[in-house]
């Protein structure tokens, strides 16, 4: 399977705990997108980069979010300090430059 | 801020009909994507419209751009079951970036 593998696919832990979830895009993709889903509604762009250059965060990004794309390759998310708020799916999609994106099948994020 | 509206937010009907799902904004995008979600998986791209009045036939789905490039639809005819989900639209809009702007989603029930 060639596409966007996104791990763990399930995370479940107590509030105050830091996570780390990891995306490895299509291969050759050089964008690299993070959004977040909650029950109900469409899923809410975070951040993105261009190879390792992260090029923009949403507001909704708070500075308890990181995220890294090192090498230009695979992509880590990491939550500090997690709240209740945080439990969604994170889905990670990956593109080549002004193509369709294409999507993971995220990671569900419970806080306990 | 730009949003869009998708409509209706759920659906139901039986098997061997047809319906319409709309999108809408006031804003304009340089592209739109249609995607499909299955519970517990990420959006997978049904289609992308990029040119206004550009209509766009994946077997029994057509899919509209508006001539303005501020709304589209999805129509399906003769709905199957295998065609339940969740229907989202996303666009790109014109002084976005690359980030996508989710809709809240379809939820399209084909019963037998």
């Known amino acids: 399977d060639t596409g966007v593998s996104q791990d763990p696919r399930h995370k479940i832990t107590k509030r105050g705990q830091n996570v780390t979830f990891r995306c490895d895009p299509i291969s050759e993709h050089n964008r690299l997108y993070w959004y977040r889903q909650t029950l109900g509604q469409g899923p809410e762009f975070l951040t993105y980069?261009?190879?390792?250059?992260?090029?923009?965060k949403s507001r909704l990004l708070s500075d308890r979010f990181s995220a890294e794309r090192p090498k230009g390759s695979f992509s880590t998310l990491e939550i500090q300090r997690t709240e209740q708020g945080d439990s969604a799916m994170y889905l990670c999609?990956?593109?080549?430059?002004?193509?369709?994106?294409?999507f993971g099948d995220g990671t569900r994020l419970s806080i306990l | 801020t730009q949003l869009l509206e998708q409509s209706p937010q759920f659906l139901s009907i039986q098997e061997g009909e047809n319906l319409t799902v709309y999108c809408n904004s006031s804003?304009?995008?340089?592209?739109l994507q249609w995607y499909r979600q299955e519970p517990g998986e990420g959006p997978v791209l049904l289609v992308t419209?990029?040119?206004?009045?550009e209509v766009k036939k994946l077997k029994r789905l057509t899919f509209q751009f508006g001539d303005a490039r501020k709304d589209s639809s999805l129509h399906i005819t003769a709905a199957q079951p295998g065609d339940t989900g969740l229907y989202l639209c996303?666009?790109?809009?014109?002084?976005?970036?690359?980030?996508?702007?989710f809709g809240e989603g379809t939820q399209l029930t084909v019963n037998p």
């Open positions: 804003s304009v995008f340089s592209s």
């Open positions: 419209v990029v040119t206004g009045g």
């Open positions: 980069f261009q190879n390792e250059a992260q090029l923009e």
């Open positions: 996303a666009g790109v809009g014109e002084t976005s970036g690359s980030r996508l702007t």
């Open positions: 999609a990956s593109s080549l430059l002004n193509q369709p994106q294409h």
